[in-house]
């Protein structure tokens, strides 16, 4: 079992955001010293999701927001055994990832071997994960396309220039200012508050979700397999 997690994180040197991901180095072969994405072993007593999210939090310390299985990668060369993993896709506000350690750092439980790399700027991984990424990114990028998911990776209140980022930042290509606020604005996704965030420029409106508009269409399944539902709910 392993999990994509990104967050979307802006360099003190960019003047954009970009698409992050937690790895954690091994410790032993196969592919000692390499990074890897975070996961472990199916308990015989839990579900998928459930798995996910607590191999997850054993080895990075953090519980996403959005939670969502990604694929099955079962290649025979994949591993010195044969090894099917159950690959999952989360994602998770910068916000929350800083909470999270944080608590993690008081209570000095914080998991060790972790480190944030840039999605697009990978070092070589171990087994297959480099290939796992790529396909958790084109289903990130597919999904922005018909869906909110950009929001998870939003704070409660932003900006539509804030938005806009993270829509560049998933799909790696700069867009339209103005024609992406005509669509936002029609889509039905979002709020304006009251609220304007000052600054050098011109105040700009801060907005929310629209709660009433799930991040993603689960399908039928999603209400059948409750695990799913809470997953994302943490």
């Known amino acids: 079992m392993s999990t994509v997690i990104f967050t979307l994180r802006r360099h003190p040197e960019q003047d954009r955001p970009a698409i992050v991901l937690p790895l954690v180095r091994r410790t032993r ?7 890897a994405l975070p996961g472990g072993w199916l308990d015989a007593r839990e579900g998928l999701d459930a798995t996910a ?7 990075t310390g953090l519980t ?3 939670l969502e299985q990604l694929y099955a990668f079962g290649d025979v060369d994949r591993s010195p055994t044969r090894v099917v ?11 929350e990832v800083d909470a999270q350690v944080a608590v993690h750092a008081a209570d000095g439980d914080a998991p060790e071997n972790v480190e944030w790399f840039a999605a697009a700027e990978l070092p070589e991984l171990a087994f297959d994960h480099n290939a796992i990424v ?49 669509q936002v604005e029609g889509s039905g996704t979002l709020i304006p508050t009251e609220s304007f965030r000052t600054g050098s420029h011109r105040p700009a409106r801060l907005y929310r979700y629209n709660q009433d508009v799930e991040l993603a269409d689960r399908g039928p399944l999603a209400r059948l397999v409750q695990p799913a539902a809470s997953a994302e709910s943490r």
């Open 29 to 35: 072969d196969p592919f000692e010293g390499l990074w």
């Open 85 to 95: 993993s159950i690959v999952y896709w989360a994602l998770l506000r910068a916000d």
């Open 53 to 59: 999210s607590r191999t997850l939090a054993e080895t």
């Open 134 to 182: 790529d396909y958790a990114l084109w289903r990130l990028r597919n999904k922005v396309g018909y869906s909110r998911i950009a929001h998870g990776l939003l704070p409660d209140e932003f900006t539509l220039a804030d938005l806009r980022e993270a829509y560049e930042a998933i799909l790696g290509r700069r867009l339209d200012p103005a024609n992406f606020r005509r």
């Open 64 to 66: 996403p927001s959005y």
